[in-house]
């Protein structure tokens, strides 16, 4: 089982390390203060592939998740390990809502809030928590349904502002509501995608069983990463299901790729996961095997991921502040009080760093992060006795 944690700890680190790309890119790029980087208008390759490997992380992360629950099922009982899930889950709910949402605005009065990917896990737990208690077929048909069905709910829709729009928008659309003129919530990542992405990568678990050779565990994956991205190719090509957004032939074929490639990240659509899990599941089962010593440093932060996932939006925001400071606008543009971007017209259009800025920038970040997490994973290490520890 040693190369089994060995590629999984690296897979999430790799994908962690990737995932404060997108989030400098947030805070620091000239451009993202303008346009999304998925505006086939203005953006251009460069920042589309930058956004688009950074796709990669929020589904490999809640898949994980999800296998890391298995084996949390194989040491405990089944009801032990539900109300691990449901505890754990709370607390990343609560954590969300409050350090990680002030981390993102630094704003004290909690002027917006939003689901995001903490939370999500959290709610997908406690949603797993119920599910363990049936077979691991069952959870498996019960994951698929939801992966590849959910797209077929998108044109259901129900009255703004009454109950049943905001329960709908939970579970499947993503929606902004103003509850005051200075306070609003944003569903950003509605529940039952990832529920069953969490829920397949449960049943990823039984794939690591002690009666899978080594060898057969890695065909296993590398097929079911690349059925995942052949059910993609398909698919989008033939633009009949699957993507809210069909992709079009471009004046440009640079702007006809990037079109082929721009799939709904908010909700998680068919596609989208097909793609991101695809790459992971080749990349997961391309590792199974192999001597992973050399790149242990990477499998830090994947063994630290949450203590590294609420460091680094404070570390990235206090060095966006910091940045907008000594470039002479005011510290107070940002502290926000909308989306995680600063959006102050102050900064809109003249603030910000060139792409190639912002991947030092980031490089920069990892750097300095990862003297604090090898100290952190020894702390867990010393202390796995505590039953806290697992929480962080």
């Not at 993202?32 to 490999?60: E, K």
């Not at 004290?108 to 939003?114: I, K």
């Amino acid at each position: 089982m040693k190369n089994r944690i060995e590629s999984i700890d690296l897979l999430r680190g790799v994908v962690m390390i990737i995932m404060a790309l997108d989030h400098v890119r947030l805070y620091f790029h000239f451009d993202s203060l303008i346009f999304s980087p998925t505006d086939l208008q203005r953006t251009t390759p460069a920042i589309f592939a930058t956004r688009l490997i950074t796709h990669l992380c929020a589904p490999t992360f809640i898949f994980l998740a999800g296998t890391s629950a298995y084996f949390i099922a194989q040491r405990k009982s089944v009801k032990d390990t539900a109300v691990f899930l449901v505890t754990r889950g709370a607390w990343l709910i609560l954590l969300q809502f409050t350090v990680i949402r002030f981390a993102w605005n630094f704003d004290p009065a909690f002027h917006f809030n939003s689901s995001n990917i903490l939370s999500t896990i959290g709610f997908s737990m406690i949603a797993l928590a119920g599910l363990i208690h049936f077979r691991l077929r069952t959870i498996l048909i019960i994951g698929l349904a939801m992966v590849l069905g959910h797209n077929a709910l998108d044109n259901i829709t129900f009255e703004s502002g009454t109950v049943s729009d905001v329960i709908w928008t939970f579970l499947h659309v993503r929606k902004t509501f103003v509850m005051s003129h200075d306070y609003s919530f944003q569903f950003l990542y509605p529940v039952i995608p990832w529920i069953g992405v969490m829920a397949l990568g449960y049943c990823l678990g039984w794939i690591y069983d002690q009666d899978y050779s080594v060898e057969k565990r890695r065909k296993t994956i590398l097929q079911i990463g690349l059925l995942s991205l052949f059910i993609f190719v398909v698919l989008r090509f033939v633009n009949i299901y699957g993507d809210p957004v069909p992709w079009e032939h471009q004046h440009e074929l640079k702007v006809t790729i990037m079109s082929f490639f721009n799939v709904e990240k908010y909700p998680p659509s068919l596609l989208f996961l097909c793609l991101t899990l695809g790459i992971s599941l080749v990349i997961l089962g391309s590792l199974e095997g192999l001597s992973l010593g050399r790149l242990r440093p990477i499998s830090i932060f994947g063994k630290a991921a949450m203590f590294y996932y609420v460091v680094h939006i404070f570390v990235i925001h206090a060095l966006g502040l910091v940045a907008v400071a000594l470039t002479g606008y005011p510290w107070q543009t940002m502290i926000l009080i909308g989306p995680n971007r600063p959006s102050s017209p102050l900064l809109v259009g003249k603030f910000g760093f060139s792409l190639g800025e912002v991947y030092l920038i980031w490089i920069a970040i990892v750097i300095l992060l990862y003297p604090l997490c090898i100290y952190w994973n020894s702390f867990k290490t010393r202390n796995k006795l505590k039953w806290w520890v697992s929480y962080v």
